[in-house]
């Protein structure tokens, strides 16, 4: 039987976390390669009856994200296993916290440690780096994560810088546009991209601007949101004065603890990171067993 003592449930549309689960574990199981499909430690020195109990504790102060995940492993290899998860997703914890407790097969255990390490240990760090960001605003815009993901790993990536305290900007290439210096460069002016967009129906319109002559052209053109690029704080706010308020303002690159403050208090509407995913450490996390 398995126990969850605090609400676990996962927000992420569009991920399998089955799926998700049982790719990751084959992957380290070397399933479909010659001589694969094991965890040949395991089989070879731990019985089949083996048990063991587990806890999981940070060695970090940091804002946890990814117990539910780390579960499913465990679950997808014992099904009978007792896992207690002992703080909630968001969780601010000190050095030394227990985070979760676990009973089983030993084989198990074992067999899904990594795997269920990995991914607390990474989402963990990007929620914890998210969090100091957000901290670092002091209060001003809000903060948004890119599309700087790694590969297959978009949605828990982005379920991280949310329970870090961010918000998401768009998911992937299919729920905004985004006109960025290279679609300007080909349709030949800030204003003809953005018509462009508008007639061929699209609903939400990003345009990137790096310079204070093209915001009025893109906002004549039916832009919905200004993402200003590489302007210092000074430029900023002279930008926020010329859009007024008629569409949200996102502040981009050269963002980083030392300059987030200052470009948040610009008075922009967002400040966008790309290195929420990008650059987080992962956290420390372990996990001790005990022989029953």
Known sequence: MTTDTLHTTLDIPGFDLEA????????????????????VTALSVIGADDRFSGVMESRDAV????????????RHLDPAMDIEILVEEGAVVEPGTALMRLSGLARAMLTAERSALNTVQHLTGIATMTRIYVEAMEGHATLLDTRKTIPGL??????????????????????AAMIKDNHVLVAGSVEEAVRRAREAGVPQIICEVDRLDQIEPALAAGAHHLLLDNMGPETLRAAVGIVAGRVPTEASGGVNLSTIGAIAASGVTYVSVGRLTQSAPAADIGLDFTPL
């Open 63 to 74: 804002v946890v994200a990814g117990l539910p995940i780390a579960a499913a492993f465990f």
């Open 154 to 175: 978009r949605h828990l990536e982005k379920y991280a810088t949310r329970t870090g305290g961010a918000r998401n900007h768009r998911m992937g290439l299919w729920d």
């Open 20 to 39: 998700f689960v049982a790719s990751t574990l084959e992957e380290d199981l070397g399933v479909g390669l010659a001589g694969g499909g094991r965890d």
